[in-house]
């Protein structure tokens, strides 16, 4: 039993080393939050980034990034949904970031483990599956958080769309540009939907077509309304036609998208809030009702 708690005690040890060495590297600013503040029009993601691959991720943890890779597989999902999220960071480096979520479920688990032998309650076999299980709990948990990221990014973006539509439509129907409209809305709002015409107004002033940049936009957002918005102001652009009221009309679909599925929820809700009522107060109400008269006839029955 001794050999056993200095080993899970050595391997607390090494996982906490990795994890404060880790969070010591990490907490350096990268070179990228030094200089992009610096330059004009370059939108920065939501995220950060972890160092880049060298001497400040070692080669164990590259190792452990990329069986995790081998084991998981989907990192065309992955990189999409990073994207989707706003995130800054190659396959990778999410890897990596499992890896350490999964030290982090390794070091917990080997404490209460330490703690147990400590105690004399509990077996080195099972403290050990106990340990590989928060591994893979660990890992699991940082790919059900970047879904989680993707979600209520999207949530956000749909929020501050009808409100960015309405502003372009008002801007081009004053008489501007697609372009300029744009550039006058990116730099009066913030937000998610903001960042996200920032970039595309930084990919036309560095070259690259109108129209490209914003069937760019519509193919690496994950909402249907943010695809049409941006195939409908290329397709504007393209050939001329009117955007002020497609900018509308889109701006109302939302609107009654959101009062929609307001309804649902307050209907889904309205059931929640039956179920205390139901199993709480009336099964109360009913036993301060009838307990007097049963009582009643206990005593006339005596």
């Avoid at 970031?97 to 076999?125: D, P």
């Avoid at 936009?217 to 943010?226: D, I, K, N, P, Q």
């Avoid at 955007?243 to 701006?251: G, I, R, T």
């Amino acid at each position: 039993m001794s050999a056993w708690g200095a080993l899970l005690g050595g391997l607390v040890g090494a996982g906490l080393l990795t994890v404060a060495a880790r969070v010591r590297a990490i907490r350096r600013p990268p070179l990228a939050d030094r200089v992009l503040p610096w330059l004009r029009d370059l939108p920065t993601a939501a995220g950060g980034s972890l160092p880049a691959e060298g001497g400040l991720v070692s080669a164990g943890l590259r190792r452990a990034a990329q069986l995790v890779e081998q084991t998981l597989g989907g990192a065309t999902s992955v990189r999409r949904r990073l994207e989707r999220a706003g995130i800054d960071r190659s396959v990778q480096e999410f890897r990596i970031e499992q890896v350490l979520w999964g030290l982090g479920g390794f070091a917990i688990a080997a404490l209460w483990g330490l703690l147990r032998a400590g105690a004399g309650a509990g077996s080195a076999v099972a403290s050990l599956i106990f340990c590989g299980t928060a591994v893979a709990l660990g890992v699991v948990a940082r790919d059900n958080r970047l879904t989680g990221q993707v979600r209520a990014r999207e949530r956000r973006m749909l929020v501050e769309f009808p409100t960015i539509a309405e502003l372009l439509a008002l801007a081009v129907g004053a008489g501007e540009s697609p372009v300029v409209a744009l550039e006058r809305v990116v730099a009066r709002s913030g937000g998610e939907l903001s960042r996200e015409l920032a970039r595309v107004l930084a990919e036309i002033r560095t070259g690259t077509p109108v129209a490209q940049a914003f069937d760019a936009l519509a193919a690496r957002t994950g909402l249907a309304v943010v695809a049409r918005f941006a195939a409908g102001i290329a397709v504007a652009i393209e050939r001329g036609t009117p955007l002020a009221d497609v900018l509308h009309a889109q701006a109302a679909d939302v609107r009654e998208a959101g009062r929609r599925e307001l309804i649902e929820v307050a209907a889904r809700k309205e059931v929640l809030m039956m179920v205390p009522v139901v199993f709480l107060i009336l099964p109360t109400t009913v036993v301060f009702a009838f307990y007097p008269g049963l009582l009643g006839l206990h005593l006339v029955a005596s």
